[in-house]
C-alpha cells in the first residue's frame, strides 16, 4: 500500500501531552521522518529515523513505531507547537516516498 | 547548513512544461550523501513528493507523474531543476527542493515557491 494516514485534527491542553500517529503498512518496514509546517512556511524536519531530533528541536518532541503505526509524542506542548504534522515513509512496495495526509494540532 | 532556493516562473499557461531551479548552497550538491529532492504542496492541502535525483544523475519519480516529469542536475552550478510537461489547473501549487540524507529525510528544506498555472 501506498498510503500513510493520519488523523486530521488533534487538540492539546497547554502543558499536556498530545500523540499524533500515522498508520500504513510501510511502516513495518521503514521508520517515518516528521515534520513540523506552520502557516505560510516550509516544513521543519522535527523526527527522524528510530527516535531521533535534528539540532535545535527540543527534547519534548520523541517518536515512536510499532507495526504499521507510528506516533509523534509532544510531552508538555507549548502555543508554538500549533502547526499541522506530517509523517513521511519509503512506500513498501513501489520506490517512492509518500507523506500523510497531515494532523492540524490546537493546542488550547 | 545546507541552503537551497527555489527559482522560476510563477505563472505557467496550461498545457504548457513548468520548469523549476533549485540552487544549493552551503554544501556540495555532489556529495554522495544526499539525494535532492521535489515536493509540492497544493493551496490548503497535504505534501507530495514529486521525485529526486542522485549527484551521479539516478533519477526516481512519484508513479503518478513519472509520464510528466523530469528532474535533472547539473553539479558545475550547484543546481537541480524539475519540468513539469503538459501541465493543467491541478499543478499549481507551492513547490519546494529538498535535501534528503541519504534518502530517508528531508532535512533542509527551501522557503517554496508558488506556481499557478493559469491562462
Known sequence: SSELTQDPAVSVALGQTVRITCQGDSLRSYYPSWYQQKPGQAPV???YGKNNRPSGIPDRF???SSGDTASLTITGA???D???YYCNSRDNSANQWVFGGGTKLTVL | QVQLQESGPGLVKPSQTLSLTCTVSG???SSGSYFWSWIRQPAGKGL???GRISASGSTIYNPSLK???TISIDTSKSQFSLNLSSVTAADTAVYYCASAYFGSYFDYWGQGTLV???S
Open chain 1, 45 to 47: 524536519l522535527v523526527i
Open chain 1, 62 to 64: 520523541s517518536g515512536s
Open chain 2, 116 to 118: 499557478t498555472v493559469s
Open chain 2, 27 to 29: 554544501g556540495s550538491i
Open chain 1, 82 to 84: 500549533e502547526a499541522v
Open chain 1, 78 to 80: 507549548q502555543a508554538e
Open chain 2, 67 to 69: 509520464s510528466r516529469v
Open chain 2, 48 to 50: 507530495e513528493w514529486i
